[in-house]
């Protein structure tokens, strides 16, 4: 991430409904700019589709993060260019979620209940964070561009150009609720 302006983006996890089953959580990115726009790839973000299976989410106990839940981590070879759905904009205080879906076998259920804490699991989006020193680990953004002002190289890059960003995020632990625990 470069020092010269913070990213505008927030991260905030919540559970859509508590009794859903399997768990669900819901992932919202949010543009904190008030005048801003921020555009984003969503492969390997919060907003990938497969953020659970590329081991973005972290699933554990709500108080030790270390016991948590190991599961079958995707490597991934996507089709370059990224596709133009691949790119979202977050006009100024816009956000987008996503909901994904504790299910097995992705996720065993039995280690979920067993990792349950008063009912509740520990929850956290890792982007970037454990790859400290890794330059093109991360989100790439685009601060102050819309998608359409984003060019077909700069995508190609992936984050390689000088207008390109990478957010590294890490959130806190939320405890979501789990049925049956």
Do not use: Y
């Amino acid at each position: 991430m470069s020092s010269q302006s913070p990213i505008p983006l927030s991260l905030s996890i919540s559970q859509p409904s508590p009794s859903l089953s399997p768990p669900t959580v819901l992932l919202t990115l949010a543009n904190t700019s008030p005048d801003i726009p921020v555009t984003l790839l969503t492969w390997s973000s919060p907003l990938d589709s497969l953020a659970l299976q590329l081991g973005l989410i972290q699933v554990s106990s709500p108080s030790d993060p270390s016991n948590k839940i190991d599961f079958p981590q995707l490597m991934i070879n996507r089709a370059m260019p990224p596709p133009e759905d691949a790119l979202v904009t977050l006009g100024p205080g816009e956000e987008k979620s996503q909901e994904v879906v504790l299910r097995e076998p992705i996720v065993d259920g039995d280690k979920l209940k067993e990792l349950a804490e008063e009912g509740k699991v520990g929850v956290r989006v890792v982007c970037g964070k454990d790859k400290e020193e890794d330059e093109e680990s991360g989100v790439v953004v685009w601060v102050g561009k819309k998608r359409e002002e984003v060019s077909p190289e700069e995508v190609e890059m992936l984050g390689r150009g000088k207008e390109a960003k990478r957010w590294k995020v890490e959130s806190e632990v939320f405890g979501m609720k789990v049925d049956g625990a």
